[in-house]
């Protein structure tokens, strides 16, 4: 449903360190606010969507996704899963595999960028296979728990292209629109924001992602109208592109 300006991810057709593909790192800021009783962080949320090559080895495709999915073990890393696109819709882009991950802050995220085992996986294993990237970062509007969600977990990520014209108190009606989906009967955990990495993110601005316990649960909330919201007139008519990826957390590595 999205359209997207296209700017590949890495300079060469995409720029080597993952500042573009920042699937794990570069794109979240995250904030800590401290109370008596707790501390509260700002989660940042960073999804990178792949396109591989229709030619490419499965062989090849393992490889990529046993090296991204192994780089959850770095230490700025709170969650990192990558695995196969379970369902895409898009009228412009066909990417085939999604990376999410999290992050306590953008600091967080640039150490991520930066180190050699990120900066390794992404000249090796991405770059060769990879027709297009894109990635889209924003920081969480919520604390969403638990951080890693479970094997089997699906997950409905939607990015939004807003028009020119679209001015920050429409953005700001735009995602209280979002937002108001969080409490339909099935999200386990829902997160939106405003894309904070406009260089590799084609155009869109808005992002969110909502989690459900599966498959099954997140096809039942998509049949309630209430979830669909970007048939709600005032994002409809906002929005010059949608693109809305359905994923599932794999239950082990390829």
């Not at 790192?25 to 700002?42: A, D, E, H, N």
């Not at 904070?196 to 039942?220: D, I, T, Y």
Request: include cysteine; aromatic fraction near 6%.
């Amino acid at each position: 449903m999205l359209c997207l300006k296209a700017r590949p991810l890495f300079s060469s057709p995409f720029p080597l360190s993952f500042s573009s593909f920042n699937h794990v790192k570069k794109s979240f800021i995250l904030s800590t606010r401290t109370s008596k009783s707790s501390t509260v962080m700002s989660i940042i949320e960073h999804v990178v969507l792949f396109k591989v090559k229709s030619d490419t080895e499965q062989e090849k495709v393992n490889a990529m996704l046993n090296n991204l999915n192994g780089l959850v073990s770095l230490d700025p890393v709170l969650h990192l899963t990558a695995g196969p696109v379970h369902r895409i819709k898009s009228p412009i882009l066909n990417f085939t595999h999604m990376l999410h991950s999290r992050y306590k802050s953008k600091d967080d995220l640039n150490t991520y960028s930066a180190h050699p085992e990120h900066q390794r996986v992404v000249k090796e294993n991405v770059i060769p296979i990879c027709d297009d990237i894109m990635a889209v970062d924003w920081v969480a509007n919520n604390d969403p728990t638990p951080l890693s969600p479970p094997p089997g977990s699906a997950f409905k990520v939607t990015f939004l292209k807003l028009k020119e014209s679209v001015s920050n108190e429409v953005q700001g009606g735009i995602l209280g629109e979002i937002k108001g989906v969080e409490g339909i009967s099935g999200i386990q955990q829902m997160t939106c924001g405003e894309n904070f990495s406009p260089a590799r993110a084609k155009g869109f601005s808005l992002a969110s992602v909502a989690v459900f316990g599966g498959v099954r649960e997140m096809e039942a909330a998509v049949g309630n109208e209430e979830y669909v919201n970007l048939q709600k007139q005032k994002v409809r008519d906002n929005v010059d592109g949608v693109i809305v990826v359905d994923y599932v957390v794999p239950a082990s590595s390829p």
